[in-house]
Every structure is written in C-alpha cells, then in structure tokens.
C-alpha cells in the first residue's frame, strides 16, 4: 500500500516500529517528497529517548510549576542566525526517489571513518591539499602554522566517509546522517562506491554536533536505488560518537578567561554574561550553541591589545580576540550588555584557517570582526549590527579568504563602511547585503577581489574603491542610496563589473580616475546623472545591454578623455533605443530605455516580515528597532520610509528581490535587454544565454596559483600563450556572464565564477537577485561546450513566496500525557482577500535539541532548507480571520525550544 499524507503524522507520534505494526504492512516510502523517510532517523532516536527527555526537561525548565517556560528565546525574539540564498549540494536530498518503492528489510552495516586518518581525525585538524578531488588527497602532511590560502588547506573534521561493498556505482546512492548535519556525496575508489561528506550542510553548525558537555551520537544511513527508483539495498554505521576533541563548558566569568587547550571545544549552552574570553592555543573551537546568547561585559580593565591581538600590553576591549593562533573555529550569536560594549566582538591578528560560522553579533564600539595579517580563512553566515565604525574589516593579509552570506546593517552613522578591505589579499565575497552604514563596501588599495551577489543600501554610497583595482564585481544591486550607488577613486585600474543594477540612488556609476575597465550589462535609474565619467577616466568598454532612463542625464562624460567608452548626453552616437555605435569608443553595449523602473523591484514591504522581531506590518521608528538583521530573506532591509538612505525617524523594510515576469530589461533578459532568455528545462539544451561561449574575461593578473581555475593572460610576452595557468605565467578568469558558481561542493575553485569544470546555478536576471532555494534539486541542463567546457548548470526552482499572514504565538506548555512540549500559533489573514493557495508555515532554525513532531514535510525549495514545514488548509480563510495551529516538539535535553517562523503561499510546496 502507498502511504497517505496523515500516516507519516501518525508514524512520528507513534514511533515508527510501532507505526507499521499498527498499519499491518510494509510502507514504500519517498525520501524526497515524504515527510516519514526524510524524518524517520530523528524520529527513531527520539522514540527510543523520549521517556526520559520528556521528564528531565519538565523538571529542568519548568521551574516554577505552572507548565509554562520561562527563559531567553522561547518566544522567538533571539531567533538563530538562519541562511541566506544558497547551495548546498546534498545528494541525500536530491535524488528521486518512486513512492511506491519496495523497501528491503536488509540493512547491511558499514563504518564511518575519518577521511583523513593520519593527520584529520579531529574537528579542528587541516591537511595540506595535494589534488584537485578531495577524494584523491593523500594524508601526507597537516596544515599546522601561517597563513594559507583557504583553497590549499582541507578541514578535515568535516570530512568523513563510509566504504559501501558490493555497489560498484554512484548512482543511486542516497546518504544522509541522523542528525541532518551534513552534506554528503559519493566516490568511487579501487571499484567501489563511497559515501563521504563534503562539509557541514548550509543551515547547519557544530552546535548540532555537540551537546553541553560532550558530542552528540550520529549515524550515517544510505540507500541504494534502482533507476526506477526501487530501494536495493540499504546500509547503515551504528550509532557512536565520531570526534575525540574534548567539549568544555565555559561562560558567566567575571574576567576575561583564557581558553589555553589545543584541541578543546569550548560550549556556551546557555545564556550567560561575561567578561569575554582570549583563545591562545591552536586547534581551538568557541561555541555558543543554538538558542543561547553570550552577552559581553565589560571587565575592570582592557583586555586584549589591538596591535597583537593578546592580553599582554592590552589597551582594548574584546569579546574573542585571538593573536597567532591557527586552525580556530567560531560559531554563536553575541550581544553587549548596556554601555558595556567592547571595542571588538571578534578580533583575529596573525591568525590563519579560522573558520566563523552562523555568528550573530550586535553592537561595538569599534568593528564586530577586525581581521589584521594572517588569512586563509573562511567566513560563512556572518551577521553584524550597530557596529560602531566598521562592520567587518580586513587588512594586510597575506593568504585570501572566502567571505559568503554576511549582512551588515544598522541605522544612519557618521563614516563608516559596513565591509573594509585594506591592502588585503585576493580575496572571495559572494553573498554580500548592507544598509545604513556611510558605504557598503569600501575597498582600498586592495587587489584581485573577486565579489558576487551583493545588495548594498547605504546613508551614502552603495560600494567604493578607492585606489588598488583589478576587481571582478559581478551580479550586484546598488539600491536606494543616498548618494552614489558605485563610487571609483584614485587611480582604481584594470576592473570588470558585470549584470549591475543600481535603483533609486542619488547618482548612478561614478568613475574617476579609472581606466581600462570592462562593464558588462548594467542599468541605472538615479535621481542625477546616470553613468558619469570623470577626468581622466580612458580606455573603458561597454558590452552586452546598457539600460538607462529617469536620470539626468543619462551618460555624462567630462570632455577631453580619452576613450572613456560612452558619448556624453547620449550614451550612444543616436542615444536611440537599441542603438550600439560608440563612434571612437570600444564599446558594443545596446542601449535600452526602462519605462517603469519601480515594477522590476518588490520595493517597500506592508505586512509583518515572520522573521523580523521589531517590525509592524514593515514599519518602524529607528528607536524601537531592537533587530536589524534577521530577515526572511536576505534580500530585505531597513531603510528610511518614502526616501533614499539609511534608517532614520521612521524606517520601513525594503525588500531588493526581482518582481517576477515584471516586463523589465532586468527580468530574464540579459541578452539584449528586450527578449527573453531561453526557458530552462531540465535535461535539454542549456538557455543559449548560458551557452559555453556567452563568456567573459575579468582584468586580473595573479601568479599561477594552485587549485585555481584560470586561464593564462596572452600576448604579455610570458608563457606559451596556449590559455592554460602554468608556473611562471600571469593568469585571469574567464566565466559565463550568466551564471554563478555554486560554493562548498568540492567543484571548481570557490571564487563565485563559472568557469569549466564547475557546477553553477543559471543567473538570467540582471542584478544580484537569481532566485532562492535548493538548485541541486532538480537535474542539470546539456550544457554546449565553447570557451568555457563542461560545465554543470542548474537553476533556482520555482518555490511558494511570502504570504500576508500575521503570527502570534502562545507559550509552551509540557504534555505530561503525551511527553511533549506543546505551544499554539495565532494565524491572521492580512490579505485583502480570500486564500485560494494552501499556506505553509516554515520553522527555521529550529534549537538543535527539538524535533517537530506534527510537521508536514522538510523544506527543499526555500531557505532555510531541510527546515520543518506545516500545510495549513486555507479554503474560506476570510481577511482578518483568525485561526488556530498547535505545534508539538518533542526535546532531548533542558534547552529552551528556539526558532523563527516564515509563512508562504503558493502552487508548489516549500
């Protein structure tokens, strides 16, 4: 028999061993599209602990006897940090699976060993890369001191794999780990199949992987399918315990404490306040777990030193602050307690391989995270507000860096840059969204910086680069500036933009002193002057779609440049629409007029954002506004309501997305900026928008690098001109203009480009915004080879959007009966009309100790993905009627229950 949408309901409260005794019958399961295999491994674990968990929580938490919690985080004000826009290439959700598949009652035992025996079998334990695959790595040496590059350097505690005998393929193979931490992948080696895991998965962090004092148990399962989606086998590790770093409860000192064991991991579980803490050995890992806050307070005295970053000689004030340590870990949200803030949240100097993930910090005087020297490191999920001068900021370093998915916000400052590079190394940025600080991304005298995906939103500049050059910025949205939307000073040189959208700024692209730059596909609708080129600007390109309109003018070009690569007034020779002669210039670009620039963008946001805890119905007073950066999606801001700039007086979220099928040149037509792009079909031809030859060359210049996908500059008089990065010769990338590298899968190199041999996610709009969810979910496109080969293209799925309805929630109570914690939602429709969709109501970061016991399904399409999700019927749900949804969890330890919630609506399930 099939099993029906209320039995996986039923299998989780009942257990699932009691579950199918209870239905008399084997139950062919869906792992992709059914909410009991995908939850059936916590479920198991819950079901055999839940006798116990269930007592211990109610005596633990429930204090005062009123079956009522009380404590930090459960009405959802401290909701964790989340994920923003993303990919995470996790085989154990993407294959398809039948329904009716026959599950084998065999289950055949495996072992989950270190990938990296000899020199990676702890947590924070690197080793030297050697080959190109992962797989192929030898062992041979550990990455113990200095700075490195992030790519030339493996972290080998998340690397972990399983020998499965007897299966000679990879396809088919379906791996996923109980506790859902991991992305995992499969190799063959030596005529066998391999399950291995390519790092923690997106949402996830080692506060998953650890409880307060100790790891918690995992598990690997796999299955195997038949291309008919039959299950033919399926294996399994027992449950044990897979690091040996000891875990050491810390927090609630009055003085600054000194975290001296290498190797330790060192676990605030619950919040605490205290005086902050030095990180003085290697190996290191500092852990506020999920749900809980560490909450700075000052000591007596400084007690870190900003040029060294110890204690000795110390003249500032920090929350972590680390001096020529190597190989650390950082993970937690942080907050100030009143007029007690530090200098610095987060400083780092000579430190290298640090890794800073899924960190939330709130309000310093100085910088949240200060990185000086050292590098190599790599930052993923970072959230900073009311930081005092800088956001994030990184200088003199001399190994590059990967920086993905940081939001930077606060209200209207003085100077002060959300993100500041200074004489840095060749550093990575994707994902990168600001607002309200003086300018979103300031770099200055820093080369070969490779950015992508970025939304900046700014009291007054969108980005600038003062000096240095060679800068790739590719796929960007400069919205609502107060000023200029991209900034160029002081001799920057030798630079690609390309798909830029600025909206709504007071000034469009300003360039002086550039020179030979390439910019391809931008638009611009600005208060004043559109693209200006100032004096002595020479020798730039337009290519690809020039959309202009609503600015004033349009071009301006300063007289006697030479080749600034616009005509002044014009744009064109003409200025006509589809016109692309630039008499004297080097430029190709067709020029396009948007008539109604406001419909491209969703713009002001109405109603309640579900993740927000501060906002009403979108709106706020700057003073009222106590969270600046959880947003239900990263694209969403605080800025001022009915102007351009920052947050001030009365502040309303914006939200920077695309608005679909809008009719603007943005929308799906990167071409031409009139047709659009070819559909994208799964299994057929790629978009020709996407072809191997809809490619460009950025103006880097970097020695042959290691691990690099690059190609050889020609015709420098070095090398052997045959495009291919050898040792001696100076290199650069070419990618697709329409495309963006997928990160963290083990393909390519890590930059954000698309280039061959590389797995990306299809890019047709013009600006930042591509769309959101899982695109490893769906199969890839035949990609036809040109100057870029063999490239592997996926696109975003189409997923439910935001729906207008407010939430309120009640507070939890414990269910002796049942032996869970239950709690009700308040569920209110805000729109103006009646819902034809079903809604789904969605739990992100939901505390690592809790399970949904009533979910529906698992997230694949929205962020956070692998999140649980609730149908709600809407039939005859009327505008501002109220209903009614209970919620039932079930939580092994006495941790409090934390999440965020996210209400969509739509045709396809989230």
């Known amino acids: 028999m099939r099993a029906s949408p209320a039995y996986p309901k039923l299998m989780l409260a009942l257990g699932w061993a009691s579950a199918f005794a209870l239905l008399g019958c084997r139950v062919g399961l869906n792992p992709r599209d059914d909410t009991a295999a995908r939850l059936d491994a916590r479920a198991n674990s819950d079901a055999d602990t839940s006798a116990d968990s269930g007592a211990e929580a109610d005596a633990d938490s429930d204090a005062n006897g009123d079956g009522h919690v009380d404590g930090e985080g459960y009405g959802g004000a401290d909701a964790d940090a989340g994920t923003s826009g993303g990919e995470d290439a996790d085989v154990g959700t993407d294959a398809e699976v039948g329904s009716d598949a026959e599950v084998s009652d065999a289950a055949y035992p495996i072992v989950i060993e270190p990938m990296f025996p000899s020199n990676g079998r702890n947590w924070n334990d690197y080793v030297v890369r050697d080959a190109l695959r992962i797989e192929d790595n030898s062992d041979a040496s550990a990455c113990v001191s200095g700075p490195t590059s992030f790519r030339d350097c493996i972290h080998a505690g998340e690397r972990l794999v399983a020998r499965l005998d007897g299966i000679t393929t990879c396809e088919g193979v379906v791996p996923h780990d109980e506790l859902r931490a ?46 008919s989606s039959t299950i033919l086998s399926r294996f399994e590790t027992p449950p044990g315990i897979w690091w040996s770093n000891p875990v050491r409860p810390v927090g609630g000192q009055s003085n600054t404490m000194r975290l001296t064991e290498a190797g330790a991991i060192y676990a605030v579980s619950t919040s605490t306040t205290g005086a902050g803490f030095s990180l003085e050995a290697d190996r290191v890992a500092f852990v506020v777990r999920r749900g809980a806050k560490y909450t700075f307070q000052a000591p007596s005295d400084s007690n870190c030193r900003a040029s060294t970053g110890e204690m000795s000689g110390a003249d500032s004030l920090c929350t972590l602050t680390a001096g020529g340590q190597h ?94 590079a200074v004489r840095n190394a060749a550093d990575v940025w994707q994902g990168i969204f600001t607002s309200g600080t003086y300018s979103g991304l300031y770099f200055n005298a820093a080369q070969n910086q490779t950015v992508t995906r ?29 000023h200029l939307a991209i900034a160029m000073f002081g001799t920057p040189t030798h630079m690609f933009l390309g798909q830029l959208a600025a909206f709504d700024n007071a000034y469009g692209l300003t360039f002086v002193f550039t020179d030979s730059t390439v910019f391809h596909s931008a638009i611009t609708h600005s208060l004043n002057r559109g693209f200006d080129l100032r004096a002595p600007s020479a020798r730039n390109a337009f290519r690809g779609v020039l959309v202009a309109g609503s600015n004033n003018p349009d071009c301006f070009v300063e007289g006697g440049l030479e080749s600034p690569g616009l005509i002044h007034g014009t744009c064109t020779d003409t200025g006509l629409e589809g016109s692309s002669r630039y008499t004297g210039q080097a ?37 009222s506004i106590i969270d600046w950066v959880n947003m239900e999606s990263p694209y969403r801001m605080w800025g001022k309501e009915g102007g351009r700039g920052a947050c001030s007086g009365t502040c309303r979220i914006y939200d920077w997305r695309l608005r679909p099928d809008s009719g603007s ?79 963290y899968d083990d393909k390519g190199d890590d930059d954000g480009l698309c280039e061959s041999d590389e797995a990306c996610t299809y890019s047709p709009h013009i600006g930042a915004y591509q769309g959101e969810g899982n695109p490893m979910l769906e199969a890839s496109c035949a990609f036809s080879n040109g100057r870029v080969r063999n490239v592997e293209l996926r696109h975003f799925p189409a997923c439910p959007e935001s729906a207008p309805v407010s939430i309120a929630r009640g507070g939890f109570f414990y269910n002796r009966a049942l032996r869970l914690w239950q709690q009700r939602l308040y569920l209110t429709n805000k729109a103006a009309s009646e819902f034809s969709l079903p809604v789904y109501i969605v739990f992100g970061g939901l505390s690592s100790n809790t399970t949904l016991i009533n979910a529906d399904g698992l997230t694949r399409c929205v962020e956070p993905t ?24 079930q939580k092994d330890d006495a941790g409090a229950i934390t999440y965020d919630v996210r209400v969509l609506t739509g045709s396809s399930s989230p």
């Open 182 to 227: 991991f992305a995992w992948s499969c190799f063959i080696r030596n005529g066998l199949a391999h399950a291995y895991s390519t790092g923690l998965a997106k949402s996830r962090g080692l506060s998953d992987l650890i409880n307060a004092t100790g790891w918690r148990g995992n598990r690997l399962f796999v299955s195997v399918l038949s291309p």
């Open 327 to 420: 190989s650390l870990w950082i993970e937690g949200t942080f907050g100030t307690s009143a007029s007690s803030e530090p200098y610095y949240h987060l400083q780092l100097i000579s430190s290298s391989r640090v890794r800073i993930s899924h960190v939330s910090l709130n309000s310093a005087t100085k910088t949240c995270v200060r990185i000086d020297a050292g590098g190599g490191h790599v930052v993923r999920d970072l959230r900073g507000a009311l930081c005092g001068s800088t956001g994030l900021e990184v200088g003199r370093t001399q190994a590059p860096s990967l920086f993905t998915d940081v939001r930077i916000h606060r209200p209207a400052v003085g100077v002060s840059s959300a993100i500041q």
């Open 454 to 482: 970025v939304v900046s939103s700014n009291a007054n500049w969108g980005s600038e680069l003062n000096a240095g050059g060679r800068l790739t910025l590719h796929h960007a949205t400069m919205a609502a500036n107060s």
């Open 587 to 623: 430029s190709d670009a067709v020029l396009r007029f948007d008539s109604a620039p406001d419909a491209a963008l969703i713009g002001p946001v109405f109603v309640d954002d579900p993740s927000n805890a501060s906002d009403v119905d979108g709106l706020q007073s700057e003073t």
């Open 665 to 743: 040149p943005l929308w799906n037509r990167s071409g031409d900026g009139a047709i659009e792009n070819d559909p994208f079909v799964p299994g057929t031809p790629c978009p020709s928008a996407a072809d191997g030859n809809r490619v460009a060359e950025d103006r880097q210049s970097f020695d042959h690098t290691p691990w690099t996908n690059a190609v050889e500059i020609l015709d420098d008089g070095l090398g052997d001109d045959d495009e291919i990065c050898e040792v001696g010769e100076k290199c650069h990338n070419r990618f697709l203009i329409n495309a963006l590298e997928i990160l």
């Open 866 to 889: 692998e999140a649980p999700f609730i149908i709600v019927e809407t039939n005859g749900w009327l505008p501002e009627e109220q209903r009614e949804l209970d919620l039932r969890f």
